[in-house]
């Protein structure tokens, strides 16, 4: 029996978009240990019988004194207990894990690259630098220690340069018992009508997720067509990212007619299943946009950008439409494009596209053989 060791950011990283795969892994055979910072989720990973060993503190944006204590029991931890393959998601834990499985000896280490993140979304001078020293870490583990890695999108390694001892794996673990087509007539206050076409934006508030061209395309558009499209949008603000709308910012944005936002929801497959059409044109670096899978799943046309790990989701003109990144003619035009389509079809053509491409099983067979 393989044991593998599994390590994320924080616990609630985990429970939210690791625990399927855990899951799945443990249905086949694997022996499965969990290493998470204890951010109050590590009970309700041990309720479903996994074996936890809590490390460190939380590392995502926390500065470098968490990551030294991360990486000291980290490297604790790794050199207790053996393990077969040790797998690591995100940025500071596949770095840092990286790393110290390497200079342990541990032969079949795995880096999964969920997207570069903000980072890579952005030019400046910063950023350009923080880029040169994140592609340096990852070459270095790559070439030194022969690290794996896993990308969801194929743009990924060439910017990181990556060129050997890796798989692309399109696609990431949703709830698929959750996330299918369902009838759902009214979600809240809103009811289905013939008259109204509704869109869901669904994302952390950030700048670089589109939301702001979102809202201007959506307003232009209302001016212009007979029937009223309302915009649902479901998050919240990440007040620790640079990126992200303030308040302020936010109401000022749902002055707009016909905007509403929801906050974050625990029934997001209700609210999907509700709407006609699921946007997000983004510019961040994202890996694959989960919302925009869990929308293929529940047989929903997508709109999004031109953009890594985004415009592999979408059949132009046939599952939903792309547009350019950051310009609010080229969204308009495709929201117009996927309305005045047979949407419906578009959707049952996604979740067609969906379940044979980037589906749970496809997915977690693809990393299972990888591990071999």
Do not use: W
Request: hydrophobic share 40%; aromatic share 12%.
């Amino acid at each position: 029996m393989k044991r593998i060791a599994l390590i994320e950011n924080t616990g609630k990283d985990f429970f939210k978009a690791r625990m399927r795969l855990a899951k799945y892994l443990k249905n086949n055979g694997f022996e499965i240990t969990v290493i998470v910072p204890n951010d109050g989720y590590l009970t309700k990973i041990e309720e479903a019988n996994f074996r936890v060993i809590p490390v460190g503190k939380i590392i995502r944006g926390k500065g470098i004194t968490n990551q030294i204590k991360f990486a000291y029991d980290l490297y604790k931890i790794l050199k207790k207990n053996q393990f077969d393959v040790i797998h690591c998601f995100r940025m500071q834990p596949n770095i840092i894990g990286g790393f110290i499985a390497g200079l342990l000896g541990h032969k079949n280490v795995i880096n999964h690259i969920t997207g570069l993140g903000i980072v890579f979304t952005y030019d400046s001078t910063k950023f350009k630098i923080q880029q040169f020293i994140v592609k340096l870490l990852y070459q270095f583990n790559n070439k030194v220690f022969k690290t794996k890695y896993i990308f969801q999108n194929h743009q990924d390694p060439k910017d990181l340069n990556i060129k050997s001892h890796f798989k692309v794996i399109k696609g990431s673990s949703i709830n698929e018992s959750k996330f299918y087509p369902q009838q759902v007539d009214s979600f809240e206050e809103f009811t289905t009508s013939t008259n109204t076409i509704y869109l869901l934006f669904a994302s952390r508030l950030l700048k670089s997720k589109g939301l702001a061209e979102t809202v201007s395309a959506i307003d232009l558009l209302n001016k212009k067509i007979k029937n009223s499209i309302k915009l649902l949008i479901s998050g919240s603000i990440d007040k620790d990212n640079f990126d992200s709308f303030s308040d302020y910012e936010i109401s000022n944005l749902s002055k707009t007619k016909n905007i509403f936002f929801l906050g974050n929801k625990d029934d997001m497959h209700n609210l999907i299943n509700f709407v006609d059409i699921c946007i997000l044109p983004s510019y961040y670096r994202e890996g694959t946009p989960r919302f925009l899978l869990e929308s293929m799943a529940c047989a929903k046309p997508i709109i999004t950008t031109i953009n890594p790990g985004c415009d592999q989701l979408v059949q132009d003109e046939i599952t939903g439409a792309l547009c350019e990144k950051k310009n609010i003619l080229s969204l308009k035009l495709a929201i117009k494009s996927v309305i005045n389509s047979n949407y419906t079809k578009m959707g049952k053509k996604g979740r067609e596209y969906y379940i044979s491409h980037f589906s749970e099983d496809v997915v977690f067979d693809k990393i299972t053989n990888f591990y071999l």
